[in-house]
């Protein structure tokens, strides 16, 4: 079956760094996504990765090893208004869209 | 970024009634859509695929008659929840596949359904 596992949830400092890691089982593969998601508010795109290595894009990185079926999401100087589930998917053979649970994060102070 | 736009935001009905939902892609032509559906605290369920001039594919255990779906152009696909029911009320996302942005998907806000 395909599977993607992700934390259920993890805690971070404001002004931090948090990793968020994801890893996959998936019939074929061509692309992952990582999804941020405010309680109540759709998805919002962060990034895409389809080759090995790291995309950063401002405070966010995600980095991806296809042959590990391993991505991770990683945050830099968090704000509170961070705080959000974060949403790994996977684009399969059929591409479609295999989404995990998402990992809830929480900044304190 | 590209946007997609998702109508009412919120909406309430009587149980019976329909109520359709309208997701519009507002910078880009999308053949194909994707209808979700999200439980408290759940991750996302896709309920379907849309694709523009053609019939919609269901996923397994979503009924087809109940959750109708029309793709009828490059911008507009919408979900009619007919003779709807207390157990209906949900949040309810559409998300567009833009083919010009490496086929990345952009989600519209979603619609919150309470049916009473």
């Known amino acids: 079956g395909q599977n993607i596992d992700q934390p259920t949830e993890m805690t971070a400092t404001e002004g931090a760094i948090v990793q968020i890691n994801c890893t996959y089982q998936t019939s074929g593969f061509n692309g992952l996504f990582w999804y941020q998601q405010h309680a109540g508010e759709a998805p919002t795109f962060l990034s895409y990765?389809?080759l090995d290595g790291l995309e950063e894009k401002g405070r966010f990185s995600s980095f991806l090893s296809r042959s590990k079926g391993y991505s991770y999401l990683l945050l830099k100087e968090l704000q509170m208004k961070d705080s959000a589930s974060y949403l790994c998917?996977?684009?399969?053979?059929?591409?479609?869209?295999?989404w995990g649970a998402g990992t809830k994060l929480i900044i304190k102070p | 970024g590209a946007v997609v736009s998702q109508h009412p935001s919120r909406v309430i009905c009587k149980s019976g009634t329909s109520v359709k939902i309208e997701c519009r892609s507002l910078?880009?032509?999308?053949?194909?859509m994707f209808w979700y559906r999200q439980f408290p605290k759940k991750s996302l369920m896709l309920m379907a695929t849309?694709?523009?001039?053609?019939?919609?594919?269901?996923e397994q255990g979503v009924e087809k008659d109940k959750f109708l779906i029309n793709h009828a152009s490059l911008t507009l696909s919408t979900l009619t929840v007919t003779s709807a029911h207390p157990e209906d009320s949900s949040f309810y996302i559409c998300s567009a596949r833009d083919g010009d942005r490496e086929n990345t998907i952009y989600f519209g806000e979603g619609s919150w359904l309470t049916v009473v």
């Open positions: 990765n389809v």
């Open positions: 998917a996977v684009k399969d053979s059929n591409y479609q869209l295999i």
């Open positions: 910078d880009f032509q999308a053949t194909t």
């Open positions: 849309s694709n523009e001039g053609s019939k919609a594919t269901y």
